[in-house]
């Protein structure tokens, strides 16, 4: 049993938690049974390493049986365990997996095969927690696609591996591209883009025109700036959402969920 925190082991995976880190290795960190059990699931040839306490062997026996099929499993103290992890309370596991990004060319290829076309674009998404649930949402919604575009936060971040609840592995996730780079190839594979803004038509008028139900790239913008104008131009057409109560405005990936599930709605009632 590993039990210092300061073993080399548990200092190289603790190095996870940087975004340099994971950028120089192509690995991350996934906490708790729920992620490791989604990642088991899914993309179990990903895994490199899972620790785990007395604890957690005692609550997932068979889960770690079936991670031992994939990685070698190291015992951990709970300070040891408490390094590595990126919460304050830890949930007795955390494993180390391989990166898998998927090129822009063949995100998009494969959304445009798929009977409901339909991604997501991040123009320069900052937040963790924003881009975790929108993620989640797109998943959710039959997306198979998000493109997070350069200058937007690392999806391999602890907080928003965690806000994804394991839709991470479950949707293309297509890293660094430019975003004029995006919406090029969304276009060119027959996708209409829609630009979420303030600026634009209304939502609920869009659908009934049926401009809503055909294959669809959402392009959404930074939490505090939006869409600049230039990038606002990539677009076919901007889409606002309207707002029926007092609020000023809704949360980037409430936004974006709302936008998704609309487009989801919309292509299975065609």
């Not at 059990?37 to 062997?57: C, N, Y």
């Not at 963790?128 to 998000?146: C, E, F, K």
């Not at 959402?218 to 606002?240: C, H, S």
Request: glycine fraction near 8%.
């Amino acid at each position: 049993m590993l039990d210092s925190p300061r073993a080399p082991r548990v200092r190289e995976a603790a190095r996870l938690q940087q975004r340099a880190a994971r950028s120089q290795t192509g690995l991350f960190l996934l906490e708790g049974p729920a992620a490791l059990d989604e990642a088991v699931r899914w993309q179990g040839a990903q895994l490199v390493e899972v620790f785990w306490t007395q604890q957690a062997r005692e609550r997932h026996p068979e889960l770690l049986d079936r991670a031992g099929e994939h990685a070698p499993l190291t015992e951990v103290s709970d300070r040891a365990l408490a390094a590595i992890a990126d919460t304050v309370r830890p949930q007795g596991v955390v494993a180390v997996a391989r990166q898998r990004p998927v090129r822009l060319a063949d995100a998009i290829a494969r959304a445009a095969a798929r009977p409901h076309p339909l991604v997501a674009i991040l123009h320069e998404v900052r937040d963790p927690g924003n881009l975790g649930t929108i993620l989640r949402a797109a998943d959710a919604a039959g997306a198979s696609a998000v493109i997070v575009t350069a200058n937007s936060v690392d999806p391999y971040a602890p907080k928003v591996v965690r806000s994804t609840t394991g839709s991470l592995f479950h949707v293309d996730v297509a890293v660094g591209a430019e975003t004029a780079d995006a919406v090029e190839a969304a276009r060119a594979a027959g996708l209409s883009v829609l630009a979420a803004d303030v600026s634009g038509e209304d939502l609920l008028a869009l659908e009934g025109a049926g401009r809503l139900a055909g294959p669809t790239a959402w392009l959404f913008g930074n939490e505090a700036r939006g869409l600049d104008a230039a990038t606002l131009a990539l677009a076919d057409r901007a889409v606002r959402l309207p707002v029926f109560g007092e609020a000023e405005s809704l949360n980037l990936a409430t936004a974006a969920s709302v936008c998704l599930y609309q487009s989801a709605f919309a292509q299975r009632r065609g």
